[in-house]
């Protein structure tokens, strides 16, 4: 379980990241000035002001896998617009989802941890969950930047969302897992 959140944020983190190395080096490129290039690179943190806490909220009504599953398609939306549009209101459009997907995701695999961790795990999970996580943001940012150079912004982010569409059939077929204690470890008191 926690495997497969950490691997799916961390596909849906590509387009997301190459979107910082790619959108400041070719603002002519999406017919953008520099303004509007920070403009579309913060709107994602704006609109996770209201999302993170709806998320929260849907995920109370919903349960984990139904709101994961939308939260992957609407990644795969986003990354397939930066593709797909080279203009600023389509481009912030799919900002605000992937926004929406990022929060939806991330509380998503906090939530995994937790009910598949006990106590006693949850730290070494919630490192492993970060560190893959992040290990998509870095992939975004130089293999992103260096295919972008290669065979265009466009085809990449396209590639970028055909690798977070994968995390739909894993989503699906997510079974939880239990991380048990390991034998002899006793937690220190605080």
């Keep these: 379980g926690v495997v497969i959140v950490s691997l799916v944020l961390a596909c849906a983190l590509l387009g997301d990241a190459m979107m910082y190395a790619v959108l400041p080096t070719s603002v002519e490129n999406f017919?953008?000035?520099?303004?509007?290039?920070?403009v579309l690179l913060s709107a994602n943190r704006f609109v996770r002001l209201i999302s993170n806490?709806?998320?929260?909220?849907?995920?109370?009504w919903f349960g984990?896998?139904?709101?994961?599953?939308v939260a992957i398609v609407f990644a795969v939306g986003s990354t397939t617009a930066y593709g797909l549009f080279h203009s600023f209101w389509p481009l912030l459009v799919a900002r605000l989802v992937w926004g929406i997907s990022f929060s939806f995701l991330r509380l998503g695999?906090?939530?995994?941890?937790?009910?598949e961790g006990s106590v006693l795990v949850r730290g070494r999970l919630m490192g492993f969950f970060t560190a893959v996580q992040r290990s998509g943001n870095l992939v975004g940012v130089t293999i992103?930047?260096?295919?972008a150079d290669l065979i265009g912004p466009s085809s990449t982010f396209?590639?970028?969302?055909?690798?977070?569409?994968v995390g739909i059939p894993l989503a699906l077929v997510h079974?939880?897992?239990?991380?048990?204690?390991?034998p002899g470890f006793t937690p220190k008191p605080l």
């Design 31 to 38: 017919g953008l000035t520099v303004g509007l290039v920070g």
């Design 175 to 182: 079974r939880p897992a239990v991380y048990v204690d390991e």
């Design 53 to 60: 806490p709806v998320a929260a909220i849907v995920y109370d």
């Design 158 to 165: 396209l590639l970028f969302a055909l690798l977070t569409s």
């Design 64 to 69: 984990i896998k139904r709101p994961m599953l």
């Design 109 to 115: 695999g906090y939530l995994v941890i937790l009910e």
């Design 144 to 147: 992103g930047a260096f295919l």
